[in-house]
């Protein structure tokens, strides 16, 4: 059988929160391959935007697929798993914080869903993407307001896209231990805040946003950070490309 054109019915399963409604759609109309996209990671102090892009198997859709933030840390590790094995295609890609701040969030978004569909190892015919921003493709690409807790195949990019910026976070928390990434992937929290007016920005702080912006900026050669303890020091000295320097704020 070819796994691209299925010919076998395609019911929704009830154990799935997101339908496959618009996959079966896409099948029935020549609109197959299609791949649902997402992203995670827009409103963080810290690390990239990531975004996922995903061709589910229509004879092997994973169970329980619902928007990643509906699902626990767990469920969504088991649901990863499922993902990247069973799917026909699963592509990953991300913009830095740098390049956040050089073209801004929604820029960055977008670059990082093309980046996504580019890496799918099977060209996509059609995409859906959660939101109402959709990125420009070569291909049609329809973009659906809460897809991630409808549309299956957007379900499992939200997934995917969650659990790969999760795991890159926590890679930076070893070269960044002060700020505690890991626990809270670049987010605002209280603990991210404090260690922000410790040690001041690392690298991959995005100097674009608030508390950073108009306080800091970033240089070509990174400084040693007053108040980070020595082994934090050695562990980022020659690491980073891009550093940072404070400036004095302005008061008006």
């Known amino acids: 059988m070819n796994r691209l054109a299925s010919s076998q019915p395609l019911r929704h399963n009830a154990a799935m929160v997101a339908h496959f409604n618009r996959e079966t759609h896409a099948i029935t109309n020549g609109l197959w391959p299609l791949a649902g996209v997402d992203e995670v990671g827009r409103g963080p102090l810290a690390g990239p935007v990531v975004a996922a892009a995903v061709i589910l198997d229509p004879d092997a859709v994973p169970d329980g697929l619902d928007d990643s933030?509906?699902?626990?840390?767990?469920?969504?590790?088991?649901?990863?798993?499922l993902i990247t094995e069973s799917a026909l295609a699963v592509g990953v890609a991300?913009?830095?914080?740098?390049?956040?701040?050089?073209?801004?969030?929604?820029q960055a978004t977008l670059l990082a869903m093309r980046r996504a569909v580019a890496a799918?190892?099977?060209?996509?015919?059609?995409v859906l993407v959660d939101g109402n921003d959709p990125p420009a493709l070569a291909c049609?690409?329809?973009?659906v307001i809460g897809g991630d807790a409808l549309i299956a195949s957007i379900a499992a990019a939200s997934i995917v896209a969650k659990v790969a910026r999760d795991a890159m976070m926590a890679r930076l928390c070893q070269r960044y231990p002060a700020y505690g990434f890991s626990s809270h992937a670049g987010y605002a929290t209280a603990r991210h805040r404090s260690a922000l007016t410790a040690h001041g920005p690392c690298a991959e702080h995005r100097y674009s946003f608030a508390p950073v912006k108009g306080v800091w900026f970033r240089t070509g050669k990174a400084?040693?950070?007053?108040?980070?303890?020595?082994?934090?020091?050695?562990?980022?000295?020659?690491?980073?490309?891009i550093g940072s320097e404070r400036r004095n704020p302005v008061v008006a």
């Open 140 to 143: 049609p690409c329809e973009s």
């Open 223 to 241: 400084p040693l950070l007053a108040g980070i303890d020595p082994a934090f020091q050695s562990a980022r000295a020659g690491a980073d490309e």
């Open 69 to 81: 933030k509906n699902l626990t840390a767990a469920r969504r590790e088991e649901l990863f798993a």
């Open 94 to 106: 991300s913009a830095t914080a740098a390049e956040i701040d050089a073209i801004n969030i929604r």
């Open 120 to 126: 799918l190892p099977v060209v996509p015919v059609s």
